[in-house]
T-cell receptor, first 113, second 118 residues
């Protein structure tokens, strides 16, 4: 079956450290993958998109990698701050021309001051 | 840029009544809008895809007669939950798509509408 999985356990880190979140998928061949931030009671906010032919994408303190062999994307936040505390969702386009986004269940990040 | 608004942000209604939720793209035109539902601590589940001027495409298991979607213009889509029941209580989020390049797009989400059916 097709699945997109994120660690359901919260990631708890100290301010200033690098947070690394994982997104694994099976039985998809996505053309690209996206990462979103969601705060409680709010809609997701788009952060980054990475294409299948891109190994890495950066935006300020954010970095995303995409390994189509491992079927995995890693999302890094460097020099993390308490304000980065939120749930981070990965989403992929299945690459079946449906142009639908399929979401993982998200990983909650807690950055301690 | 790329702001999506939703109204209302929350609504409480009685069982059996209907509720309409509006979704607007404020600073861009969206040919495609999406409606999602999210239960607590769960992922966003796509309910339907809405294209301007045409009928919405519903995901499997979503009752089209219960969740009426109208995409009347390039900036407005509405979701009407008809004859609402307590199990319809959820967080409804709309989204609008912006194409940046060939086969590449970004998707922007509204702030969500919390529906509680009593």
């Amino acid at each position: 079956s097709q699945k997109i999985e994120q660690n359901s356990e919260a990631l708890n880190i100290q301010e200033g450290k690098t947070a690394t979140l994982t997104c694994n998928y099976t039985n998809y061949s996505p053309a690209y993958l996206q990462w979103y931030r969601q705060d409680p009671g709010r809609g997701p906010v788009f952060l980054l998109l990475i294409r299948e032919n891109e190994k890495e994408k950066r935006k300020e303190r954010l970095k995303v990698t995409f390994d189509t062999t491992l079927k995995q994307s890693l999302f890094h936040i460097t020099a993390s701050q308490p304000a980065d505390s939120a749930t981070y969702l990965c989403a992929l386009d299945p690459g079946d021309s449906s142009y639908k986004l399929i979401f993982g269940s998200g990983t909650r990040l807690l950055v301690r001051p | 840029g790329a702001v999506v608004s939703q109204h209302p942000s929350w609504v409480i209604c009685k069982s059996g009544t209907s509720v309409k939720i509006e979704c607007r793209s404020l600073d861009f035109q969206a040919t495609t809008m999406f409606w999602y539902r999210q239960f607590p601590k769960q992922s966003l589940m796509l309910m339907a895809t809405s294209n301007e001027g045409s009928k919405a495409t519903y995901e499997q298991g979503v009752e089209k007669d219960k969740f009426l979607i109208n995409h009347a213009s390039l900036t407005l889509s509405t979701l009407t939950v008809t004859s609402a029941h307590p199990e319809d209580s959820s967080f409804y989020i709309c989204s609008a798509r912006v194409h940046r390049a060939i086969q590449t797009y970004e998707q922007y989400f509204g702030p969500g509408t919390r529906l509680t059916v009593t």
